[in-house]
């Protein structure tokens, strides 16, 4: 019975899946959960799998073991969604990964030899991943690259994918000279241009600086988490200076959180 299944706690993904169906059921289910659809359970997918990042950079196992449950949720709410539409089902999603892993893997599931280094693995991956598109009719060296990703993951994409066809900047040092030129334009944009144009310039730049790092081997991404952790990690410890004084941040100047900004910094090189 489905009751049974629901309450038994060793029945696996099946027990998720049929949680996931009286959530949904349009009589008996949950008001918000039967108003949602694609779009509007997109942004809470997105969501989760951050938080599954955020749990991997803490490393807080536990924490990480519920993040995950979160975003298996998320899978099983879009097939479910999927099935009412008619469209697939969970069983279809998972037939279709596994055989998407078969098909990239050939040194490990079919008759490629294993003994290649990680480079050469990396191209066979991208030439068969650039026949998966081929048969599904996606033209252009671009084409699926999602516009739903975040803007910098999304700049370093498509970057490697022109790169794979020869447009790419031969040197590190012609980045660097290219962002010496865009910094400029910036600069001039912003005493001469309309905002709009002046987002344009910054946009060229934060574009450029993400090809700079995939020159330096580095992924943007994580260079940028890596600084927003530093930051709060660096600011946190000034307010908790100034709370040794009597003060907030909004009591202080900033050539007092300055001071003690350096002097957080010095002890951290230590």
């Given amino acids: 019975m489905a009751e049974d299944l629901i309450h038994d706690r060793n029945a696996g993904i099946e027990r998720l899946l049929e949680i996931m169906r009286r959530l949904r059921d349009p009589k008996t289910g949950c008001p918000w959960d039967i108003e949602q659809d694609f779009d509007t359970i997109a942004p809470y997918t997105i969501e989760e799998a951050y938080e599954v990042a955020d749990a991997i950079a803490r490393r807080d196992w536990s924490d990480l073991k519920g993040e995950l449950g979160d975003l298996l ?20 999603i998972v ?3 596994s055989d998407k892993m078969v098909a990239r893997h050939p040194h490990v599931f079919g008759e490629d030899s294993r003994d290649k280094t990680a480079d050469q693995q990396t191209a066979d991956w991208e030439a068969i991943k650039a026949k998966e598109r081929a048969g599904k009719a996606q033209k252009g060296s671009l084409a699926g690259v999602a516009v739903g990703l975040p803007a910098l ?24 000279d290219k962002i ?20 344009e310039e910054f ?12 020159h330096l081997g580095l992924d943007p991404e994580a260079a940028l988490r890596a600084a927003n952790a530093k930051f709060t990690r660096r600011f946190e410890a000034v307010e908790a200076r100034l709370a040794d004084r009597g003060k907030t941040p909004a009591e202080s100047d900033l050539a007092e959180m300055d001071a003690l900004w350096d002097a957080v910094k010095a002890k951290e090189r230590r």
């Fill in 73 to 92: 949720l998320q899978t099983v709410y879009h097939a479910e969604m999927g099935q009412e539409a008619g469209h697939f089902d969970f069983d279809s």
């Fill in 95 to 97: 037939q279709e990964i």
């Fill in 153 to 176: 993951l999304r700049a370093l994409k498509l970057q490697k994918r022109a790169a794979r066809v020869g447009f790419d900047w031969p040197s590190t040092m012609q980045v660097l």
């Fill in 180 to 199: 010496t030129e865009e910094a400029a334009e910036l600069v001039e944009a912003k005493d001469q241009m309309k905002q709009a144009e002046v987002e």
């Fill in 203 to 214: 946009g060229d730049l934060l574009f450029v600086m993400a090809n700079l790092g995939r």
